[in-house]
């Protein structure tokens, strides 16, 4: 009789925190359904678009204090909620600037990068990676070249910010990408690094090259990337998975 309680009471606990789980996300992915029902709309003013654009990302800020953990020890969390709140500054800049070329918002999404670099940290090093990202980061310069070869000066912002969000793609990475120990977090951290990849490029050609007009692509691979990277972080003793 206890033998068959035992399983029972497991997957109830584990329910249970799948639940709670869903709970923590709600205020986020309300937030994220309110930002595409209102932003596109040509009455929202300036203002209320930068901070819808926005609040999905502070949500995520809350459902990391909702675990409790205990932000004077857990230096992965401090980077983290220092990367989510660069971003949403991030986010304001590039939705109220009226130049051409946002500086302020690539430069605060910039500096959210190497605290993530920080937060995915230098173990294991996984040069294959890295190399495998350093071919796909040389495409990506040699498409945007053509559209910035008379714009030196941008042209170099490119440089450095691709080098930045490549560094974070690969250490995201480093721990499932061509490595034989990987667990579902790790996953979840290297999914993450790449949409916001695939992002920012999108962003990138729109904002330098032509208009992408399916815009809802660049907010919902931004927001997955933000909240699959903060899973990685938040939730992390899951066992290792050998092939």
Same mark, same amino acid.
């Given at each position: 009789?206890?033998?068959?309680?035992?399983?029972?009471?497991?997957?109830?606990?584990?329910?249970?925190?799948?639940?709670?789980?869903?709970?923590?996300?709600?205020?986020?992915?309300?937030?994220?359904?309110?930002?595409?029902?209102?932003?596109?709309?040509?009455?929202?003013?300036?203002?209320?678009?930068?901070?819808?654009?926005?609040?999905?990302?502070?949500?995520?800020?809350?459902?990391?204090?909702?675990?409790?953990?205990?932000?004077?020890?857990?230096?992965?969390?401090?980077?983290?909620?220092?990367?989510?709140?660069?971003?949403?500054?991030?986010?304001?800049?590039?939705?109220?600037?009226?130049?051409?070329?946002?500086?302020?918002?690539?430069?605060?999404?910039?500096?959210?990068?190497?605290?993530?670099?920080?937060?995915?940290?230098?173990?294991?090093?996984?040069?294959?990676?890295?190399?495998?990202?350093? !071919? !796909?980061?040389?495409?990506?310069?040699?498409?945007?070249?053509?559209?910035?070869?008379?714009?030196?000066?941008?042209?170099?912002?490119?440089?450095?910010?691709?080098?930045?969000?490549?560094?974070?793609?690969?250490?995201?990475?480093?721990?499932?990408?061509?490595?034989?120990?990987?667990?579902?977090?790790?996953?979840?951290?290297?999914?993450?690094?790449?949409?916001? !990849?695939?992002?920012?490029?999108?962003?990138?050609?729109?904002?330098?090259?032509?208009?992408?007009?399916?815009?809802?692509?660049?907010?919902?691979?931004?927001?997955?990337?933000?909240?699959?990277?903060?899973?990685?972080?938040?939730?992390?003793?899951?066992?290792?998975?050998?092939?």
């Amino acid at each position: 009789m206890q033998a068959e309680q035992g399983p029972s009471k497991l997957v109830s606990k584990v329910n249970s925190g799948a639940f709670m789980e869903l709970c923590r996300f709600i205020p986020f992915l309300l937030s994220v359904c309110i930002y595409f029902v209102l932003a596109p709309q040509s009455s929202c003013p300036l203002w209320m678009k930068a901070l819808l654009k926005c609040l999905p990302i502070l949500f995520l800020c809350t459902y990391i204090l909702t675990h409790g953990i205990n932000m004077c020890t857990h230096s992965k969390a401090q980077k983290l909620i220092a990367g989510l709140l660069f971003s949403a500054a991030g986010d304001i800049f590039r939705t109220t600037s009226t130049q051409l070329y946002p500086f302020q918002g690539d430069a605060m999404f910039g500096i959210a990068h190497v605290f993530y670099i920080g937060m995915f940290g230098a173990k294991p090093l996984n040069l294959l990676a890295g190399f495998f990202l350093v !071919i !796909i980061g040389t495409i990506y310069l040699l498409f945007l070249n053509r559209c910035l070869w008379d714009q030196k000066p941008f042209q170099w912002t490119a440089y450095i910010y691709i080098s930045l969000i490549g560094t974070m793609a690969w250490r995201a990475s480093a721990g499932t990408l061509f490595n034989q120990h990987w667990s579902w977090m790790k996953l979840f951290g290297t999914i993450g690094g790449m949409l916001f !990849i695939v992002s920012d490029f999108t962003y990138a050609v729109s904002m330098y090259c032509f208009p992408v007009y399916n815009s809802g692509l660049i907010v919902a691979t931004y927001y997955i990337a933000q909240m699959l990277i903060t899973l990685s972080t938040v939730n992390t003793e899951n066992k290792v998975i050998r092939k």
